[in-house]
């Protein structure tokens, strides 16, 4: 069943690169409609999921290269359950943002699949190897996608984008590859018990040089400051699906392969590294929202807010409670939606005038009530303001950092001011672009449709419905949170 | 009563069945607005009835909690919890935010998008009785947050202006300023006690380390600041009158400003266990309270001149909080939120009958419109503690509390407050209401305004005398002032009104004291330099910080990309030609294929299908080639 989840889209691919050039229109189709079906199958293993528990459940194990010790490995926890949940739903949203596009339909929307099949399988893989390939897969279509349909300077960013992950991607290989040196396995559930002979992960043994492989992979794809810059780059550069997808689900690879690999794996490193990350955690929600604030296109602005998001979300991680860890998770699926509604709604104002430049647009309200009530509701979500997602997930990590017993409180307080520098930057945003009085591209634009409205809504119903009801989200990443913390021994 | 638990949700259904139909539905359904929260202070009344006399505050009537997730190995818990003060508190604010709503019917009744105005404020009012009715902090933090976006909308609510603009970004923005407090506040809490729920909280307490208390204490003061403007987060509330009048005769006079203070006394067997925390409550509180008072004598704005009152009033109760005194806090609090919303309400109606917003330019208003005229008079003499209108009896409660804690000082700031108050409401209602009219098409309030404005005259009437029957209800003892303290205030309160007789009859003004001393009525326009101290050494400086950072990044963290991009660009050429040298293996393919990377920008564009094939296999040959290496080894080992 998870398996028919992954590779599904692939159907589609296939289909597309038969269809006839003259049929190209209906490649749209074909990848909605896969993308809705792979959405449906989650749904269902949604139904399906023992709740409440931290084990693995719909496992697939069969051996794959039996010499070295490796295995198809699939399943699905608590932990990668939301975010299989979150990625094919940004594939149905993304698609049907997409409708528009002209330029080569037939590459665009099999790439789109393609990037759906990577996503599922590393949020699934449970061998190292295996997690390596889809994460490597997923490089490729989004290359694609900012280097072909992409803005005026779409190559360099592309070319940035890849190069500044593929060199994250490398480290983590070489991670990889010592834990198998040392262990004799890519298992990642085995080496939860394996990967404690590897010296007591002070620095200088092994398994601190084997986290911090890890953890500079990973934390370029989060991204970590100072390994930020690809990401305003590529975000601005990248055509509107992409960039609701880059911010929506591949930011979440880096937090997920801390949560899965780096952590679990190897704790007693994590210990030593937990001040680290906290530090560069908190410099990046303050760095990410200052840098935002002096943004003057919208696009970048919410790329740098990203920035400091994940901030938070790399925060929690470095508590290292139960709290923190609820937070981490919950910070990645709010981002997820908020950052996807946010590029979306921007993505739509970009059709209509053909430009990011804040100075050039503002009085949205006065034109367009219907479209500034989606977006002051996705900036309120942004801000953190309670009831609605984003608030969760800043809320449970600093609660979770102040009970941390290796990082200073200095740190809650900071990214407490984070959370003012968060809406002073969005608050000014809003002022300039939302209110005031209609400048000339703003000026007569129609409302935002009905096809527009339908990708922001469900979005804008799971940022309530999780924000209300935070046991929607929990009862899955509190077992999980609750097996981290253990692990860590806090 | 179990309805009562439902107080808050009448009008969150309004703002619910509003929020989402087309703004001319909406236009025509505003009529909800007053019904629900009618019901609401029916309910609330009928439970005050139902309960009466009241109980102890530690002994709530009802309680309702549930489980909003498991956190870690506990279940994170919400809950109300209804007694005495929650009762009082419900009752109030329903009944303001009645009067409010009625009068918004009129006064909005030409607005294009008054639909979404009531939605708003339906929204606020179901945050603002959650807060009350709350028995969890967590709650709590979310209803105080979510008064602060209405407010933030509601102040903004002409947003095509700039001065409404500027007003709401700065309320938010200061007033979030102090819910980063709260915010830590309640990640101390957590930290010391793993629960949000008051009970287990004020259980627990005693036991917390100090440092936790005082954390506790500190961050809450801050936030209770900036929620109830107390120095030094004042500065949004006089600009939060760019909003409508009788949104800011809720929010900014009745409730959401008083939600600091009473989440305050709420947590009050936490904040007592520390001399410091409760000394600086006491010291900010007059402070401001002088602060407010001062500067209102010299506004010519009819509602700065409130919302400068309002920030004194407040201080006046952040200081009796400050002596531990909950009892007089709540009923100046109360007394304050039926007169204040009053004199805004009238203020209101004053603005709309004459088109202007300077006391200056209105002037005998008392014989064209008589009934506004007496109602306002009211809420004025109320402000001022005349006898026997409420404030008079709430002010002397404080002012009695102050004496029964040994602070003489304190005192006398307080009294000197109560002359400047005086003061300035002489100054004021003989401005507007007598002289020479301005003004000769102003006319009497409309129905709809006068009723809701009369009812809380009726209240400010009432609500002092009769403190023992309703205050009572908190099982407190509750004492009417003693003769000499009495005649002390009352004799204060002569003093300030005569000194305002006296400028208004000899027109010394503001000019007057320009012309005498100009660097001194400089500073008290300038609000004494608050708002100039954040522009100068805040914001100003954080636009350069900010555009500082930015070229940072792109100078020095994204030079060193490129440059290390560069320079691996040089390194791979250099392996090319190394390559030719002959050094095979791993090395050689490995170059080579980052090689294909780097140079790609030229390849790209020659065709997509090869360089997608070289990606694909540059990757897969990266894994070949490592596992081949791992295999090697691992044979070697």
Not at chain 1, 223 to 249: E, R
Not at chain 1, 350 to 356: N, S, V
Not at chain 2, 626 to 637: R, Y
Request: aromatic residues 12%; hydrophobic residues 60%.
């Amino acid at each position: 069943m998870l398996s028919f989840t992954i590779f599904v889209p692939l159907i589609g691919v296939v289909l597309i690169a038969l269809l006839p050039k003259k049929l190209e229109s209906a490649s749209k189709w074909i990848a909605l409609t896969l993308s809705v079906v792979d959405f449906a199958s989650v749904v269902y293993l949604f139904t399906q999921f023992k709740r409440g528990s931290d084990a693995m459940q719909f496992v697939t194990r069969l051996p794959w290269i039996p010499q070295l010790n490796i295995f198809y490995h699939q399943g699905l926890d608590g932990l990668s359950l939301p975010l299989l949940g979150l990625s094919t739903l940004l594939f149905v949203v993304a698609i049907l943002a997409s409708w528009k596009i002209t330029h080569k339909p037939k590459l665009y929307f099999a790439m789109m699949l393609l990037l759906s099949v990577g996503l599922s399988g590393v949020f699934t893989a449970l061998d190292l190897v295996l997690f390596y390939l889809f994460w490597e897969i997923v490089l490729i279509p989004m290359y694609f996608l900012i280097s072909e349909w992409g803005g005026e300077r779409r190559h360099y960013a592309a070319i940035k984008f890849f190069l500044y992950t593929f060199l994250g991607s490398v480290f983590m290989l070489v991670g990889i590859v010592a834990l198998y040196l040392a262990t004799g396995s890519f298992d990642m559930i085995v080496l939860r018990h394996a990967a404690a002979s590897l010296g007591g992960g002070a620095f200088g043994t092994p398994a601190w040089w084997i986290f911090a492989a890890f953890a500079l992979g990973f934390a370029v794809k989060v991204p970590v400051w100072p390994f930020h810059t690809w990401l305003p780059d590529a975000h601005v550069q990248a055509p509107t699906a992409a960039s609701v997808l880059l911010a929506g689900i591949m930011l979440k690879m880096g937090l997920y392969g801390f949560l899965r690999i780096a952590v679990p794996i190897l704790p007693q490193a994590f210990v030593h590294w937990q001040l680290i990350i906290g530090i560069l955690a908190t410099v990046s929600i303050i760095y990410g929202a200052i840098v935002a604030f002096a943004q003057t296109d919208i696009k970048k602005l919410v790329a740098y807010s990203s920035v400091s998001h994940m901030g938070f979300a790399m925060l929690g991680i470095a508590a290292g409670t139960a709290a923190g860890f609820n937070g981490a998770m919950a910070v990645s699926i709010s981002h997820g939606l908020i950052a996807g509604m946010l590029f979306l709604l921007v993505g739509h104002v970009y059709e209509r005038t053909h430009t990011r430049e804040i100075a050039k647009l503002s009085g949205v309200a006065a034109v367009m009530p219907r479209y500034a009530a989606a977006f002051s509701f996705a900036s309120f979500a942004a801000m953190g303001v309670p009831l609605l997602s984003g608030f969760v997930g800043e809320f449970l990590t600093l609660v979770g950092t102040w009970s941390s017993k290796n990082l200073p409180h200095i740190l809650v307080i900071l990214a407490g001011v984070g959370i003012l520098l968060g809406g002073a930057y969005m608050l000014w945003l809003m002022q300039r672009f939302i209110f005031g009085t209609p400048s000339p591209a703003i000026e007569g634009q129609p409302d935002i449709t009905a096809r527009e409205m339908t990708t922001v809504l469900p979005l804008a119903v799971c940022v309530v419905a999780i924000g209300v009801f935070w046991v929607i989200l929990l009862q899955y990443a509190n077992p999980i949170a609750v097996m981290l913390q253990k692990a860590v021994g806090a | 009563m179990t309805w009562l638990f439902f107080i808050p949700a009448f009008p969150a259904l309004g703002f619910l069945a509003l929020a989402f139909l087309p703004r001319v539905w909406r236009n025509r359904l505003v009529y909800l607005g007053p019904v629900l929260v009618g019901v609401s202070a029916v309910v609330a009344v009928m439970g005050f009835l139902h309960y009466y006399p009241g109980g102890e505050v530690s002994h709530p009537f009802l309680t309702y909690s549930w489980a909003l997730a498991r956190m870690g190995s506990t279940q994170l818990l919400i809950s109300f919890k209804i007694d005495s003060l929650a009762i009082l508190m419900l009752a109030m604010v329903s009944i303001v935010g009645l009067c409010v709503q009625i009068y918004s019917l009129f006064y909005m009744k030409d607005d294009e998008r008054r639909g979404w105005y009531f939605c708003v404020l339906l929204l606020f009012t179901a945050a603002m009785l959650a807060l009350v009715a709350s028995g969890n902090l967590l709650l709590m933090f979310a209803a105080w947050e979510l008064m602060g976006v209405c407010s933030y909308l509601l102040i903004g609510f002409w947003y095509t202006k700039e001065e409404p603009r500027r007003a709401s970004i700065k309320a938010f923005l200061v007033t979030r300023a102090g819910d980063v407090g709260f915010f830590i506040a309640l990640a101390v809490i957590y930290g010391a006690c793993g629960s949000f729920e008051l009970s287990t909280i004020l259980r627990t307490a005693p036991s917390w380390p100090a440092a936790s208390v005082v954390t506790v204490g500190i961050c809450l003061l801050w936030a209770a600041a900036g929620k109830s403007a107390q120095l030094p987060l004042s500065v949004w509330l006089p600009d939060a009158m760019a909003g409508p009048t009788p949104a800011s005769a809720i929010i900014h006079a009745a409730t959401m400003v008083a939600a600091g203070i009473f989440v305050l006394a709420r947590m009050m067997p936490v904040l007592a266990q520390s001399a410091l925390v409760l000394h600086i409550a006491l010291w900010v509180g007059i402070i401001t309270a002088i602060f407010g008072a001062l500067l209102a004598v010299f506004q010519t704005d009819i509602k700065r001149i409130l919302a400068f009152s309002t920030i004194s009033q407040l201080g006046l109760m952040f200081a009796a909080l400050g002596i531990g005194s909950i009892d007089a806090a709540i009923f100046h609090l109360i007394t304050h939120a039926f007169f204040k919303s009053l004199l805004f309400l009238a203020a209101g109606s004053i603005i709309h009958a004459t088109g202007t917003q300077d006391i200056r330019k209105m002037g005998g208003l008392v014989r064209r419109m008589p009934i506004i005229s007496l109602i306002f008079t009211v809420g004025a003499l109320s402000l001022a503690g005349v006898v026997p209108l409420s404030g008079f009896f709430s002010k002397d409660a404080i002012f009695e509390s102050f004496l029964v804690a040994h602070q003489p000082v304190v005192f006398a700031l307080g009294l000197l407050m109560a002359a400047l108050t005086a003061l300035y409401v002489a100054k004021t209602w003989l401005t507007v209401f007598f002289g020479d009219a301005h003004n000769t098409e102003a006319h009497e309030g409309a129905l709809l305004e006068i009723i809701p404005t009369g009812l809380l005259a009726v209240f400010t009437l009432l609500l002092g005398f009769t403190a023992k029957s309703w205050l009572g209800y908190l099982d407190v003892h509750v004492e009417m002032p003693t003769i000499p303290m009495a005649t002390i205030s009352t004799g204060v309160m002569i003093v300030g009104a005569a000194a305002g007789f006296f400028l208004y009859l000899r027109h010394i003004d503001n000019d007057w004291f320009a012309a005498r001393s100009p660097r001194l009525m400089k500073a008290l326009d300038a609000r004494l330099y608050t708002d100039a101290f954040y522009e100068k050494v805040i914001v100003g400086p954080y636009f350069g910080l900010s555009n500082l950072f930015w070229s940072l990044d792109r100078t020095v963290i994204d030079g060193v990309v490129n440059a290390a991009a560069t320079s691996y660009r040089r390194l791979t050429a250099f392996a090319w030609r190394a390559d030719a040298h002959g050094i095979d293996g791993a090395v050689n393919t490995l170059a080579a294929t980052v090689r294909h990377a780097s140079t790609l920008t030229r390849k790209v564009e020659t065709g997509h299908v090869r360089a997608y094939q070289r990606f694909t296999v540059g990757a897969v040959i990266l894994l070949i080639i490592v596992l081949f290496a791992v295999l090697i080894l691992k044979g070697a080992m």
